[in-house]
């Protein structure tokens, strides 16, 4: 007998048909003795529609009443879904993250999972239910719902498997696996049978939106096998492994992107000690997060061109934070750009390969894609481009890598 947690993710609950097969799948888990908690996200679509109907009313909703209100979205199919067992012969449960005690911090929208009491989920398992628990959502220490970031059912089903200590946590979603890049953006991806898991994780980190980051950081930590499978078929899915022995053929395993990106650049700023500082800090107190950044000697060499990324989201707020200071810093110009991307090349066998980068530029330049920015780690090369080259970019890369054809062993 095992205990495995399963995730559906919005399509998968879509439809009252859709929550049905999910029923069956889960039934016929628990028929072969198995003990199986399900957490679940809200309806494809009902996070989005709820974002809309809150900024009908402010322009940017106050968190605090947005995670009330996005926290329903979960509550709905959490029931649904145990109707649906429950009139199949399946006795289930559901709870909300707060009756599960699912303990986060207090940063409404985006919080971090501390703490989870599993000794209920425990009970009814031992009573022969399945358990259902909403996903993306928690509780903090006043007793204020608090939501996990957009794709947060992932955290939440690996953390409960952490908890739980759970044979498996599957992640059933609306692809079969994890692929060499979004199989929406590029129809010849490949997909993996397995990812090392630093490789899922930066795959994660730059945009991969097939499994949240934290998600892959928990099944880290806490050493949660995961697995990656498709709703509608049978299959075996992508298995994150932990052992990275067996890839070291596999320069490349895969091509992330993100279309969340905005860079922001502050022209002529006086050349000296404190510089970044100064135009970082008060980026980084009103916790917008900085990701790449570029420092360039002016045309004068007495000033310097300062460059740096951050969230779409962000875009507006840091345009304005670095207005102010740009003035109080003397700078001659603050220009911005939010109809940027970034492609990433991810593998773990790049660290000991030479040329990988020059073989990037190179094929980007053949289609005239222009780099606005580079970025380089042990195992990954992103580069920003502007947005209309986003799937060419994407194409011209998996092609160049040969991430198509099946990996020569
Ligand atoms: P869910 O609602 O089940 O959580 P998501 O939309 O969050 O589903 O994640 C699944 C989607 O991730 C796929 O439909 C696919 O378009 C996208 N995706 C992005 N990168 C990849 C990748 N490398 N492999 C597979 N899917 C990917
Ligand atoms: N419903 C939430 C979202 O759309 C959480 C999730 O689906 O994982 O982001
Ligand atoms: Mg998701």
Known sequence: MALIVQKYGGTSVGSIERIQAVAERVKRWRDQGDQVVVVVSAMSGETDRLIKLAKQLQERPEPRELDVLLSTGEQVTIALLSMALTAQGCPARSYTGAQVHILTD???NKARIRDIDAA????DLEAGRVVVVAGFQGIDEQGDITTLGRGGSDTSAVAIAAALKADECQIYTDVDGVYTTDPRVEPKA???????????????SLGSKVLQIRSVEFAGKYRVPLRVLSSFEEGEGTLISFEDNDVEDAKISGIAFSRDEAKLTVLGVPD?????HRILGPIAETNIEVDMIVQNVGADESTTDFTFTVHRNDYAPALEILRRT???LGARQVTGDASIVKISLVGVGMRSHAGIASRMFASLAKEGINIRMISTSEIKISVVVDEKYLELGVRTLHDAFGLGQPATA
């Open 190 to 204: 490949r997909k993996l049978d397995r990812i090392t898991f630093e490789e899922m994780l930066e795959m994660a």
């Open 272 to 276: 000296q000690p404190g510089v970044a």
């Open 326 to 328: 740009a003035n109080e």
């Open 120 to 123: 209920r989920v425990r009970a």
């Open 106 to 108: 207090s940063a409404h």
